[in-house]
């Protein structure tokens, strides 16, 4: 059985206990000739033992899924024959991914020796053997802890609190998931980055003008180990990123303002839900209209003036990546004006300010911070987009600020980095976790400039 599947049994299991501690709680509360009193609603006495059910089995469910691979694979590992097996964990890695092809049905036994054959053999039975038991035992766990929760319902026990206790450390474990998850990416990428750092220098990296990661054939090209420098890389990010946002925040904020405090209802309820419609396209869709369409005319259009421009430039990129992403800003900061009180525009407009004074000197004031929030929310889009600079702007990585040129951005370089197989220990894959903290530290610094302009600006209103 499938952890899916079992999952949603448990679920089921607990529903079931939900429904048999209800029924016996208000059993218990009206015995044969009186009234017994209960503590708590009897929808409590039945979360409980919903709870009862349902907290053992996922505990047994989650530990079993998290280390049932790793055993497997030690247990397969250590049955093969001692000629087979080599020292060096890359050697045991290549050996599991070539059983597990073969277990899986993508490599044919045929084309592999007997050992590895009869190990992928063994592997496909010890999966199937460690489903039937982890089903059973989830299904055994999860039926036992309901039946005890159910003997224990009695009248005296003041179920809610008990309910509200465990759900008040189930959502304290779910936010301490969420920030260790946070801290983990963070020291993973840190602790790659500190590697990538013991081959290249930090003068190398973050003031090196050269970007070109794969290591050289010849002599006579750019640096015996490749060149790792990030500046055209971070160059070319804020170059597509300025380009979009001054499509972006315009058009957005100048529609949003329209749509908000000029538009009539009808005028508004065919605009906004097709400016919408743009953030629902597929990015790779953006990426044909920017190859195919726009850079071609861009070139050409630039051909007719004398102008020399690439057939992929960043203001194709930018262009296309800012007609993406005026939703976000569009959308927020409708939202955001719609949420100042309508008390201030009375007001503003009963002192005899005229509509557009009492955007600019009332409404956009109040609304400045929410927009601002917009306008990070887009700026973050536009820095963490792939798809688009790759068909439209290409992967050179040049340091210019000419829009009409060929550049790269970050995120760009990072996917191709870690696109097929590659040697984990080499400058050349670390080298994307370097560029991952840089972007992180990056994005941190605008996410406090913002906030520090937003505190500056902010407006309070009674």
Request: net charge neutral; aromatic share 10%; proline share 4%.
């Amino acid at each position: 059985m499938q952890a899916s599947t079992l999952l949603l049994l448990t679920l089921v299991l607990a529903l079931v206990a939900y429904g048999f501690g209800y029924v016996r709680s208000r059993a218990l509360a009206m015995p044969l000739g009186g009234i017994r009193h209960l503590k708590s609603l009897p929808f409590y006495y039945g979360a409980r033992a919903a709870l009862w059910c349902v907290i053992p089995g996922l505990l047994v469910l989650g530990l079993w899924a998290a280390f049932q691979d790793k055993v497997i694979q030690t247990l397969v590992i250590g049955s093969l024959p001692p000629e087979v097996l080599q020292s060096g964990q890359g050697h045991a890695s290549l050996l599991l991914s070539k059983i597990s092809n073969v277990a899986s049905g993508a490599l044919p036994p045929g084309f592999v020796e007997a050992p590895i054959a009869e190990a992928a053999e063994r592997l496909k039975a010890l999966r199937q053997q460690s489903q039937m038991l982890m089903s059973a035992l989830v299904i055994s766990v999860s039926v036992l802890a309901g039946f005890l929760g159910w003997l224990r319902i009695q009248p005296r026990i003041n179920a809610r609190a008990q309910v509200e206790s465990i759900l008040k450390w189930l959502f304290f474990a779910c936010a301490a998931l969420a920030i260790l998850t946070t801290m983990g990416i963070i020291f993973s990428v840190a602790f790659e980055t500190f590697r990538f750092f013991e081959k290249i220098s930090f003068v190398e990296f973050f003031f090196g003008t050269n970007w070109s990661p794969q290591t050289a054939l010849r002599a006579d090209q750019v640096a015996a180990e490749g060149a790792f420098g990030m500046i055209p890389l971070f160059t070319g990010t804020l170059l597509i990123s300025a380009i979009a946002m001054l499509v972006a925040v315009p058009v957005g904020l100048l529609s949003a303002i329209y749509l908000s405090e000029y538009a009539n209802k009808h005028v508004r309820s065919i605009v906004k839900p097709l400016l919408e419609l743009l953030a629902g396209i597929p990015t790779v869709v953006y990426g044909f209209f920017a190859a195919l369409t726009v850079a071609p005319f861009i070139s050409d259009f630039a051909a007719s003036f004398g102008i020399d421009a690439s057939s992929q430039s960043a203001l194709a990129a930018g262009g296309v990546m800012g007609i993406m992403i005026i939703p976000f800003v569009s959308s927020l900061s409708d939202d955001v004006i719609n949420a100042v009180p309508q008390t201030l525009r009375d007001g503003s407009l009963a002192l005899g300010a005229t509509q557009s004074e009492t955007m600019k000197k009332v409404i956009f004031p109040a609304a400045l911070p929410g927009i601002m929030g917009g306008v990070l929310l887009a700026v973050s889009r536009a820095i963490g987009e792939t798809m688009i600079v790759v068909m439209a702007a290409g992967l050179a990585a040049n340091l210019t600020a000419n829009p009409l040129e060929t550049v790269t951005t970050v995120t760009v370089q990072i996917v191709t980095l870690l696109t097929g197989d590659q040697e984990f220990d080499s400058a050349k894959t670390l080298a994307a976790f370097a560029l991952g903290a840089m972007l992180f530290l990056a994005t941190l610094l605008l996410n406090v400039i913002a906030l520090k302009i937003v505190r500056k600006y902010r407006e309070q209103y009674d």
